[in-house]
């Protein structure tokens, strides 16, 4: 009798399985169809209220993608600390430290040198400038065991209320011909600022997906005691993971400075939930041990589609927030709905 019920359930074992695993896939992809279907809304709402075309009009698309490039930049660091299975609430104000150290060391070398050094050495030092707290972060984190959450809500504070300092409460104007076309010019008709995060988050995906680096951090995110037993540093492994999050904070500020001709301390706050959720909709697990850089930049147009288009069809902005924190909250019910199918716990 057993084995005539094992005989009728081999069947039905290959559909079940074949059914998880389109689930499976659909549920990576959720980013990519979130962006579909509003892309189709906010289509078809153009056409039909105003006569035009919402998605094949070059204005709105480099609109959405300027919008997108702030955020973004945030998100690619974030990717591999969420994959790590932690977080970094202090890159928001990152950003704004490194805008204002670029805007007052172009200032400074600018009456010494000509432009272009001067807009070359202060990009180079407000970018190195956001390593200090990424480095304390990543001490805090891998040596003193804080939790990350703690760690870097703790630097969050500290790199406020120094970006403020800095820039004594008000923004810090700078004035270079060559840093003010770094932020507005065009390459072949592309805005400099979108190539540039083109290209960039090009080498994050590689080293996420192509390196031994984008390795350990998906098995640090997975399981950190498996890691270990693997021989993986994971204490240097963090470190690192949180420097480079706050590199590309760093570079966000840098090129903010470069688009609005000033330095701004709270350039990056208003991003860091943008930057989170880009993230969280494009697939990455809050658990770690997922997620992916394609990901990311589907979250974040998802999110700058959201933002632009509801201006777009006259809404208020208010109505953003609400959005946006209705697909977090469906991706994040993606993913637990995945990990159960998939049986992780």
């Known amino acids: ?15 079940a399985s074949s059914s998880r695993v389109w689930l499976t896939r659909i549920a990576d992809l959720r980013a990519w169809l979130f962006l579909a279907l509003l892309l189709i809304f906010f289509e078809t709402w153009a056409r039909y209220q105003y006569g035009v075309s919402f998605l094949f009009s070059v204005y709105n698309l480099q609109s959405v993608t300027i919008f997108a490039v702030a955020p973004l930049l945030l998100a690619l660091g974030s990717t591999f600390v969420i994959i790590s299975g932690g977080i970094d609430l202090s890159i928001g104000f990152i950003m704004g ?66 970006a403020f300092l800095l820039a004594g409460g008000t923004t810090v104007p700078v004035s270079n011909s060559w840093f003010s076309a770094l932020g507005n010019g065009r390459i072949l008709g592309v805005p400099t600022v979108v190539v540039i995060t083109v290209l960039f988050l090009i080498l994050m995906h590689y080293v996420l997906s192509q390196t031994r680096f984008g390795q350990h951090t998906y098995a640090i995110g997975a399981s950190e005691q498996a890691a270990l037993r693997a021989g993986i540093n994971v204490s240097r492994h963090t470190r690192r993971l949180y420097i480079l999050s706050a590199i590309c904070a760093g570079i966000g500020g840098v090129l903010y400075a470069a688009r609005f001709t000033a330095g701004a301390a709270q350039a990056g706050e ?70 159960r199918i998939g049986g992780r716990h």
């Open 1 to 15: 009798m057993s084995s005539a019920q094992s005989t009728l359930d081999q069947p039905v074992q290959p559909a």
């Open 97 to 162: 430290l490194s805008a204002v150290v670029c805007a007052h060391a172009i200032n400074m070398i600018g009456g010494y040198v000509p432009p272009f050094p001067a807009m070359l050495l202060g990009v180079i030092v407000g970018v190195a400038v956001a390593i200090i707290p990424g480095l304390v972060n990543g001490l805090l984190i891998s040596k003193l065991r804080v939790p990350p959450f703690i760690g870097t809500l703790g630097m969050y504070g500290v790199a406020r209320g120094a």
């Open 270 to 339: 208003p991003l860091l939930l943008d930057s989170i959720a880009a993230v969280v909709i494009g697939g990455a697990s809050l658990f770690g041990g997922s997620g992916s850089i394609f990901g990311t930049v589907a979250g974040s147009l998802v999110i700058a589609v959201i933002q632009y288009g509801l201006v777009f069809i006259d809404v208020e902005p208010f109505w953003q927030f609400v959005s946006v924190g209705v697909v977090i909250i469906i991706s994040v019910l993606v993913d637990q709905t995945q990990r």
